[in-house]
């Protein structure tokens, strides 16, 4: 097939009201461009990928491929923010409609792990994130899709004890939370049997979240060191 005619052959994405056929055109180049490269991350990894490879899957020129993206690095990160935004809403769906906070909180980390052991949420955000964007920035991106989720289902399971935290404590709690939800993704993601490992986290977690359904249904208080921290 000619090049001139081999350009054109883009997938077609709905057309938008208002949409010019150029815009149109120029979204469905960019999304080719993101499925193909995710494909190639996904199944090779960033290094082993060429960007001849990603504009060949894509039937774009590299010219177009500049269009949108710098380089191989802004279309890894365009991936990657797509991945991670599956994931948020694969979560936040697990938790739509569940009032119960120790529900909310084991639906939420049952969804966690059936999204780490995908194999393109483990290549691209897992395994090629950090070296790929910087540990600075991989944890940036990271935290702007999930940690909102977290610190939602954190509140949750707080506000069912007698305990009165301020803000500040309540973001404390979140981000350690957070912090042992991120390593135990890698220990999943990383491992040679994901299920079993996944199995390890949701015994483990679990264990932690029923402990903290102990100290609600029990009425105890927070320890004094912490009223202290909070009250001050």
């Known amino acids: 097939m000619p090049k001139s005619v081999a350009r054109l052959v883009v997938p077609k994405v709905p057309s938008v009201p208002g949409a010019s056929r150029r815009q149109q055109y ?9 499925d193909i490269a995710e494909e190639l991350f996904t199944e090779h990894g960033y290094a082993n990928t060429s960007l ?4 060949a899957g894509a039937r774009v020129t590299k010219g177009a491929l500049y269009h949108h993206f710098s380089g191989k690095q ?16 694969a979560i936040n769906k697990s938790l739509k409609g569940r009032k119960d906070p120790w529900e909310k909180a084991q639906a939420g980390l049952r969804a966690f792990l059936g999204v780490v052991q995908e194999q393109r949420y483990r290549r691209i955000v897992i395994q090629e994130g950090p070296a790929v964007l910087g540990y600075e920035r991989f944890r940036e991106q990271e935290e702007r899709s999930t940690f909102a989720t977290v610190v939602d289902i954190v509140r949750s399971v707080l506000s069912a004890g007698s305990w009165e935290l301020d803000e500040a404590m309540v973001q404390t709690f979140a981000r350690i939370f957070f912090g042992a939800m991120s390593s135990a993704g890698e220990s999943v993601a990383t491992s040679e049997d994901a299920e079993e490992a996944a199995d390890r986290v949701e015994a483990a977690i679990g264990f932690i979240i029923a402990g903290f359904r102990s100290l609600a249904d029990a009425g105890v208080g927070l320890p004094d060191t912490l009223a202290a921290v909070d009250e001050a």
């Open 26 to 34: 120029s979204a469905s180049t960019k999304r080719a461009l993101v």
């Open 74 to 89: 802004a279309l890894f990160e365009a991936v990657f923010e797509r991945v991670e935004a599956d994931a948020s809403r």
């Open 52 to 55: 001849d490879a990603i504009v």
